[in-house]
């Protein structure tokens, strides 16, 4: 989809019924398989059969589909070059058991281009389908398959057809995972050989070399390709990966194969396939589900990362690709300098330990006030590493890049937004698209509806929590966060940890400040913004008695001994939670 249009005035049917009779004809078988499958088999299973089958990838439940994405195992849904290479050699073997190898190969080819039109034509499958082709083409002239010719002809033939598939993620998974088998295969799996067979008998190397090439170093021969377009296209990377390819990939030939059996039989007979389908199939499909779920249960299984850090991450990947590119056809060369291999390791490990080292909790309570653009936002760090942004404002690219240098690298998110204010939704909504925001707490300003307000609408797969009249927020053991007044849009609120009290009146008349049951004596932090001013002039709120005033405005601050966002780019506090210090960025 490259164009939407969200509120067409008119429109009007071009043409209807311009499908081939063929189309039809697939179209049809199409639709016959998959009520075939939601009869034979209950959901989620039916669900996972019909992406296997059918490449349809929307009909798992949507937690279970969000854990094969969790779990790097998302491929499985859809038909991807895995199901293809099954297809292949499936089509080959059953031909040439009843026609020369000629006619073989051609029907192969017929076969794999027809289930090609039939499952949908994705990038994915027709990649893997015209590298088949290929395949055969070379086998019946007698020439050895060269698979990166046969990858980049592919690729040639594709986008000769449609340029912009280059643009497309699905495009790029394809053939990078493809490329990654190529370039590291066959060597992680002879390297696997020569160190079984110095252990063991040849045998014995054998039997063990084949399983675990095919469901783990093949594996991650695609995920070092993958990972790359992985990163910068959903910033998000799966620990559980290497673990979940092995559980769940040496059932899918069977499901492919006995599931694509047990449909043809149930759509001829129904009651047939259904109890074949109970026997052989229904459990592999079960066991996929089921493992996949539960290793989606695994804490911090995926991680969400910056876009610096996926840029850093997907230069690395690249670096190794380029590396194992030329070190096959210099392998001498780079047997003399092998130092340089441990040298480059040992330097990407510091790097990693030193960024992991960098932003690990100090033990300190953190807030700092920073200027997006033309608009500002309070981010607080407590001392045990929960971060908490308040009233996010301006621009969300801005605030993302800066946010971005102080959240953990490794698990990149905002614990918890503090809204109090309808204003804040947006900026919020639009900052979670470039850092994610795991939960919104708002106050009732915000989520109360009134006659001149809407419904609120936040993103989806952001928690809520609705903040009750008074309910204060307990970020750890010693920093709380209390609500003290509020008026009908924005709510005052004051921060506490241990011997630090920060009061942010938001725009809240003084009065009900002062009419409220906290004791604002003995302030240490007083910050302040342009509807404060409305309410009581600058030198009035000096009556406070905070130790500092802070300015969270882009304007000019109405007092030079304030400090203030009109002159800085932000503002950081550091607190033991006796005394407190503060630095400036301009």
């Known amino acids: 989809m490259y164009t939407v249009i969200y509120y ?56 279970t589909q969000q854990a094969y ?62 590298m ?19 990858l980049g002809l592919a690729a040639w033939i594709m986008l000769a057809i449609n340029p912009l598939l280059l643009w497309d993620a699905s495009f790029q998974l394809s053939f990078a995972a493809t490329a990654g088998l190529v370039l590291f295969a066959e060597p992680m799996k002879s390297s696997l050989e020569g160190f079984l067979n110095r252990r063991f008998s040849e045998q014995t190397a054998a039997r063990f070399s084949g399983p675990v090439a095919e469901y783990f170093l093949f594996s991650l021969a695609a995920q070092i390709t993958t990972l790359p377009v992985i990163a910068l296209q959903f910033k998000r990377l799966s620990l559980t990966s290497l673990l979940a390819n092995p559980l769940v990939l040496p059932v899918q030939s069977a499901i492919l194969v006995a599931g694509g059996a ?54 690395g990947a690249i670096m190794i690709t380029m590396l194992a590119v030329i070190t096959t056809h210099l392998k001498e060369f780079f047997k003399r300098i092998r130092f340089i291999y441990y040298f480059c390791g040992l330097a990407v490990i510091a790097l990693l330990i030193w960024s992991f080292a ?7 309570f953190h807030l700092t006030l920073f200027r997006a653009e033309t608009g500002t936002a309070l981010y607080a760090r407590s001392p045990n590493g929960q971060t908490l942004l308040i009233d996010p404002s301006g621009s969300s690219n801005t605030l993302a890049g800066q946010l971005s240098q102080t959240v953990f ?40 509806v009134t006659d001149d307000q809407a419904a609120l609408s936040l993103p989806e797969g952001m928690q809520q929590k609705k903040l009750a009249e008074a309910e ?81 405005s882009t304007n000019l601050a109405p007092d030079p001994a304030w400090s203030g966002l009109d002159t800085s780019t932000s503002i950081s506090l550091k607190s033991n939670g006796q005394q407190f210090g503060m630095t400036t960025t301009q």
């Open 132 to 150: 088949a082709i290929i395949a055969f083409s070379g086998h019946l002239i007698g020439r050895k398959g060269g698979s990166l010719n046969a």
């Open 409 to 448: 690298p490794w698990n990149f998110h905002i614990d918890t937004a503090l809204l109090t204010n309808r204003g804040s939704v947006q900026p919020l909504t639009d900052l979670d698209a470039r850092l994610p925001v795991k939960l919104a707490i708002l106050t009732p300003a915000v989520y109360q």
């Open 8 to 63: 067409p005035t008119s429109f009007s049917r071009i043409a209807a019924g311009q499908a081939s009779k063929v189309e039809m004809a697939l179209d049809w078988l199409h639709q016959r398989a998959s009520r075939s499958i939601f009869t034979i088999f209950p959901q989620p299973e039916s669900g996972l059969l019909a992406g296997i089958l059918l490449g349809n990838d929307n009909d798992l439940p949507q937690a």
């Open 69 to 130: 994405q969790d779990t790097g195992t998302a491929h499985i849904i859809a038909i991807s070059g895995f199901n293809m290479a099954i297809l292949a050699a499936l089509f080959l073997f059953l031909f040439t058991r009843v026609l020369n190898r000629y006619w073989a190969a051609v029907l192969s080819a017929l076969a794999l281009m027809s289930y090609a039109a039939f499952v949908g034509g994705s990038p994915s499958v027709i990649r893997a389908a015209i």
């Open 472 to 552: 204060s927020i307990r970020v750890d053991s010693d920093l709380v966060i209390q609500p003290l007044a509020a008026d009908a849009s924005d709510t005052a609120l004051l921060l506490t940890y241990q011997q630090l009290r920060i009061l942010i009146p938001n725009g809240v008349d003084p009065a009900l400040l002062a009419s409220s049951s906290a004791n604002l004596d003995g302030l240490s932090v007083l910050i302040l913004n342009d509807t404060d001013l409305a309410n009581l002039p600058a030198d009035m709120w000096q009556n406070f008695g905070a130790k500092t005033i802070l300015w969270n």
């Open 262 to 315: 047990v449909t043809i039989l149930g759509m001829l007979w129904p009651l047939a396939g259904k109890a074949l389908a109970v026997i052989f199939v229904w459990p592999l499909l079960a066991y996929s589900n089921r493992m996949v779920e539960w290793l989606a249960q695994i804490p911090n299984g995926v991680l969400t990362i910056s876009g610096s850090f996926a840029l850093w991450i997907s230069i």
């Open 358 to 364: 960098l932003r690990q909790p100090d033990g300190q």
